[in-house]
C-alpha cells in the first residue's frame, strides 16, 4: 500500500523548475518553480520556496513565498514564514501568528452548496432560542 505522505518529487533549495509539473502524490518545493502546478495529494512550499502559479491540491503547506491563486480541496496550512500574493479558495485554513497574506479568502468548511446560499439560509431559519424566553425565565 502507498503512504500518501512521502514526499516523492522536490525541487530543491539551490533548484529553478519553470514549465508544467504535475504530480500524482506530494511535491516539496525548497528552490524556485514558475509555471503550471498541480499535485494530486499535497504541496509543501519550503521556507526557501518561491512559487508563481496557481496551486490545485487537496493539502498545502506553505513556509516560503507564493504569488498566484491557491484552491486547496482539504486543508491549507500558512506556517509563521509563509507569504501569500493571491487569492485562496479552501475548506480550511490554519494560518499561524506572523504570516503575512494579500487577496481574496474563501473559506467553504467543505461544504458543496454555493456559500452565500448557505449563510442567507442560516439567516433566515427561525431559531428556537430566543432572547424572550431567556428573560422570562429569569422574572419566574
Known amino acids: 500500500m502507498k503512504n500518501k505522505n512521502i514526499v516523492n518529487s522536490i525541487i530543491g533549495e539551490h533548484s529553478s523548475f519553470e514549465g508544467t509539473f504535475h504530480v500524482d502524490g506530494t511535491i516539496q518545493v525548497d528552490g524556485k518553480f514558475e509555471g503550471d502546478m498541480k499535485a494530486k495529494e499535497s504541496l509543501v512550499i519550503g521556507p526557501t520556496g518561491k512559487v508563481k502559479t496557481h496551486i490545485k491540491s487537496k493539502n498545502v503547506t506553505i513556509a516560503g513565498t507564493i504569488v498566484g491563486d491557491i484552491t486547496v480541496e482539504n486543508e491549507l496550512v500558512i506556517l509563521e514564514t509563509g507569504r501569500v500574493l493571491g487569492n485562496i479558495d479552501a475548506a480550511k485554513i490554519n494560518m499561524s501568528e506572523g504570516v503575512v497574506v494579500q487577496g481574496e479568502v474563501r473559506v467553504t468548511g467543505g461544504q458543496k ?28
Open 113 to 140: 452548496k454555493d456559500i452565500q446560499s448557505l449563510i442567507t439560509e442560516a439567516m433566515s431559519r427561525d431559531d428556537n432560542t430566543s432572547t424572550d424566553n431567556h428573560d422570562d425565565s429569569r422574572n419566574q
